[in-house]
């Protein structure tokens, strides 16, 4: 019975440690924002920035399988490409190890600080109060593997468990063990903060506990397998990557543990800090080596699973330049106009298409691309913000508006459209199908629409007049028919799909009159800057920011 008290103590310990662990995470997240996912998709081509982003990341979310997971859906959002990603992934692993020093070097100790700092923190009503519930759950992940440690201070004194945990055991069987149990727990950090805080007490020799934490590295890779089982080829390309790698460097190193694994418990120093750096020597090399062999690593999984193309092409981002003067701003921003406009098309061609056809595909193509203007307007955003310093020209600063005021259009645009998507949503999560009356003219719709971006993106790369009048009321007439039909539909209670779709009609209007408005504020502020001629906007053919 007494046996069975300490069980049910520890469990609820180990239960208490991965729900601090889990939160802290996700308070990090929090007050990160989107900085966070910022931090991550700016990695550059260099692995070994990537590397280091994916270190710096971890080491403060406490979570490899996060900052693996949250890297997959940058890559499968087309954020990030997947040879950007493998850094990340690789760094990833060496944040990690930060939870076993911090552990190994008792901090632990200082756990019921955090906790008052951090509730205190939430009862203020001042700025700091933000970081309130971090820090809490900062102390609260240390506290509760004082609570392990605490609980199952009795096994001490059974010299069977002792004997079997401290005497030299299978290392394959401890690594299977570890692999396992970290696939459950869905988290490295709760095996190695256990297997340290069991080499503390005695309980848990040296020897056993690194193949234990080898183990741990494979288990978590679980987490990114999960997550990727309905992204694109990538995004599965990422997932892979960290499932190798992770089982490589076990491959590398297990054969050193075979070796010279009698030799560790000859070791007469603190048992749990060597293993703490064992395991951050481990990471630490293995990263290191997988870093110097990367390319190579990266052609492997592309051979694995297929070159793979790119889904749709990403659009030229604006870079922020001291050294570029406003002609070639403006240049840049002309061009990308364009471009962002063409996208959007697009972006309204899959959304009316996964309407049209009801494929899975389809829908799925289509939130990955609205997900990318999400990204593309924040880049614009922050952009925008430095070059407005940068100009100080009135005359400039003028016509620098006047391109915000028209980039700010294609993002309503954009809203439009993602409302449009997310009426397919919510008719998708009711399993509410079009029937063949509407869908004729959900298609007659979506093609007079189309003609409208066609029309309208055929006046700015020829330079010649829109006719907004013209073409709105074109659009308008054939809005109030389908309009019109649906409301006589409505009144038949069997129709689910007229009632759905009345929201679709409302969403092309707005996206209809945001068109137009687009066109008519180009056309104005074009004619009213002299020296931004159509033969300047002709001559412009790539983007220089």
């Known amino acids: 019975m007494e046996n069975l008290h300490i069980i049910m103590a520890g469990m609820t310990a180990v239960i208490l440690f991965v729900f601090g662990l889990e939160n802290f995470s996700r308070e990090i997240e929090r007050i990160s924002g989107e900085r966070f996912r910022k931090s991550l998709s700016h990695a550059t081509k260099m692995p070994i920035i990537g590397l280091v982003i994916g270190a710096v990341v971890t080491m403060f979310i406490q979570s490899s399988s996060a900052t693996s997971v949250i890297t997959i859906s940058l890559v499968n959002a087309g954020v990030l490409s997947f040879q950007n990603s493998v850094g990340i992934i690789f760094g990833s692993n060496i944040g990690t190890t930060i939870t076993a020093q911090l552990v190994a070097f008792k901090l632990t100790d200082f756990a019921p600080i955090f906790i008052i700092i951090g509730f205190l923190l939430t009862l203020s009503r001042n700025r700091f109060a933000i970081f309130g519930k971090t820090i809490f759950y900062f102390g609260f992940v240390f506290f509760s593997l004082n609570l392990i440690s605490s609980s199952l201070a009795p096994l001490q004194n059974n010299p069977q468990l002792v004997e079997v945990l401290t005497q030299p055991q299978n290392p394959a069987l401890a690594l299977l063990v570890g692999c396992v149990f970290t696939a459950i727990v869905q988290s490295s950090s709760v095996t190695t903060g256990l297997a340290i805080v069991f080499t503390q007490q005695g309980l848990?020799?040296?020897?056993n506990?690194?193949?234990?934490?080898?183990?741990?590295?494979?288990?978590?890779?679980?987490?990114?397998?999960?997550?990727?089982?309905?992204?694109?080829?990538?995004?599965k390309k990422t997932a892979l990557s960290h499932f190798l790698f992770n089982v490589g460097g076990v491959l590398i190193f297990f054969p050193l543990l075979l070796l010279f694994g009698n030799a560790l418990n000859q070791y007469d120093g603190d048992a749990a800090i060597a293993l703490a750096t064992i395991h951050l020597i481990f990471n630490l090399a293995t990263s290191?080596?997988?870093?110097?062999?990367v390319n190579p690593f990266t052609r492997l999984v592309d051979w694995l699973m297929g070159e793979g193309k790119m889904d749709f092409v990403r659009l030229e981002l604006p870079v922020y330049n001291e050294q570029h003067t406003f002609d070639d701003i403006r240049a840049a921003l002309l061009n990308n106009e364009t471009a962002l406009l063409s996208f959007l098309q697009e972006n309204y061609n899959s959304v009316t298409l996964s309407l049209e056809t009801n494929y899975q595909g389809i829908f799925d193509a289509a939130e990955k691309r609205i997900q990318y203007i999400d990204f593309v307007q924040k880049e614009y955003l922050s952009y925008f913000s430095r070059v407005a310093v940068q100009v100080n020209d009135p005359n400039d600063s003028t016509q620098l508006i006047h391109l915000i005021n028209r980039f700010d259009y294609l993002f309503q645009i954009h809203d439009s459209i993602n409302d449009l998507f997310n009426t397919k949503k919510v008719m998708q999560e009711?399993?509410?199908?079009?029937?063949?009356?509407i869908l004729l003219n959900v298609r007659a719709l979506s093609s007079h629409t189309l003609e409208l971006f066609d029309n309208l993106a055929k006046s700015i790369d020829s330079h010649t007049d829109f006719d907004s009048k013209q073409e709105g009321k074109a659009l308008q007439q054939h809005?109030?028919?389908?309009?019109?039909?649906?409301?006589?539909?409505m009144a038949n209670p069997e129709r689910a799909d007229a009632g759905a779709l009345t929201n679709f009609v409302t969403y092309s209007q707005r996206l209809k009159d945001k068109l137009i408005n687009?066109?008519?504020?180009?056309?104005?502020?074009?004619?009213?800057?002299?020296?931004?001629?159509?033969q300047e906007q002709a001559s412009v053919e790539t983007p220089t920011t």
Do not use: C, W, Y
Not at 288 to 293: D, E, G, L, T
């Open 204 to 207: 848990l020799s040296l020897e």
């Open 430 to 437: 009711h399993f509410i199908e079009l029937k063949s009356d």
């Open 209 to 235: 506990a690194v193949p234990l934490i080898m183990g741990a590295n494979i288990g978590t890779t679980a987490t990114a397998f999960i997550a990727v089982f309905n992204m694109d080829i990538a995004a």
């Open 479 to 489: 809005l109030d028919e389908v309009n019109r039909a649906l409301l006589v539909l």
């Open 288 to 293: 290191m080596v997988f870093i110097a062999f």
């Open 518 to 534: 687009f066109a008519k504020l180009r056309a104005a502020q074009v004619a009213e800057a002299p020296d931004l001629t159509q």
